[in-house]
């Protein structure tokens, strides 16, 4: 509608001339009282006369201001209508997203995070988690007042969970990312939680992986063991599970075993967590059941919270073996 007045107005002015300003009106108004009022030879002019003609003058500059000011607050109007309805168009729905963040990440932590862990949220992420199937008894609920998230063993850092602790939570309280879900303001992530402090838990990372690459190639020698490009290069750099390592390296004691892949299912983990996952191909498909057989027998932490036959990308039949996150620190699993 103000585009179609914008035209109507310009039409307008173009079709006849431009109305004289209230001032020249004025002007022209009272000079035309002093021309009767001076010319006293005809004494033509009345008092009713002066009287019509002030009155005039005053109504003419009452119009013109009106009509002035009428033009000037529609002009104000019109811009300020456009920028809104813009604005309104193109803004996300911010709501709708945070929910599928929630909704993913819930589903995430049920089915990949080991049961019983103590996991720390915003009371809306947590009933979200509830949803999920988490246990009500796993969850430590963050109130406002909540000074930091050190009881849990995981924080799940929503948008809420961030503005409350700030800066630390990275920092100092839960400085490995294990997983994330969504981007920019409204993405979540799921942290593990250290109680002695990220200097202490940077400095045990580091003699960790040292570890690991030593435990990586005690496997890589093991005679029983084939090993793919992939999974070499992964055990030679240390990027994996110590229960991986020590539950293949008992296997590699009673039967051949082939290291297809070691993999992960943490979207967006940092390059500091461990791959929890791996597919172990066999020479024969009786090597197949004897793996998940002595698989099935391993008690916690060794465990795998998967353990099924499949078939790799090639086709090749596989055994996959998965542990429940978080990785430990330590080849002992704790």
Not at 32 to 53: C, D, K, M, P, Y
Not at 259 to 277: K, Q, W
Request: hydrophobic share 45%; aromatic share 4%; net charge positive.
């Amino acid at each position: 509608m103000g585009e179609q007045q914008h035209s109507l107005t310009s039409a307008t002015g173009d079709s006849r001339p431009a109305n004289p300003s209230w001032p020249t009106v004025a002007a022209t108004t009272i000079r035309l009282w002093f021309e009767r009022h001076h010319n006293g030879g005809r004494r033509a002019a009345s008092r009713r006369q002066r009287g019509v003609l002030v009155l005039s003058a005053v109504v003419a500059m009452a119009i013109g201001a009106l009509v002035t000011l009428a033009f000037t607050q529609h002009g104000q109007q019109l811009p300020a209508a456009r920028p809104s309805d813009a604005a309104q168009s193109t803004t996300p729905n911010q709501l709708a997203i945070a929910a599928a963040n929630r909704s993913e990440a819930a589903a995430w932590i049920a089915d990949q995070v080991l049961p019983g862990t103590v996991i720390a949220c915003d009371p809306l992420m947590c009933t979200a988690l509830e949803a999920a199937k988490v246990p009500a008894s796993s969850l430590y609920v963050l109130q406002p007042a909540t000074p930091d998230p050190l009881n849990s063993v995981v924080v799940v850092a929503t948008p809420a969970v961030r503005n409350q602790f700030g800066a630390r939570l990275a920092t100092v309280y839960a400085p490995q990312l294990i997983a994330s879900f969504g981007s920019g303001a409204e993405r979540i992530d799921v942290r593990y939680v250290v109680p002695d402090g990220a200097a202490a838990f940077q400095a045990s990372l580091a003699s960790d992986r040292s570890a690991r690459i030593t435990a990586g190639q005690l496997l890589l020698s093991n005679k029983n063991v084939k090993a793919s490009a992939q999974a070499r290069a992964a055990l030679l750099a240390g990027d994996v599970d110590p229960r991986l390592l020590v539950t293949l390296g008992l296997l590699a004691h009673e039967m051949p075993v082939q290291l297809v892949i070691f993999d992960d299912s943490s979207p967006g983990a940092s390059s500091t967590v461990p791959l929890r996952g791996a597919e172990i191909g066999a020479a024969k498909s009786a090597g197949l059941s004897a793996m998940l057989t002595f698989l099935a027998a391993q008690r916690s932490p060794y465990l795998p919270a998967v353990h099924q036959l499949a078939k790799s990308a090639g086709g090749q039949p596989v055994v996959t073996v998965q542990f429940d996150a978080p990785a430990p620190l330590g080849l002992g699993g704790s």
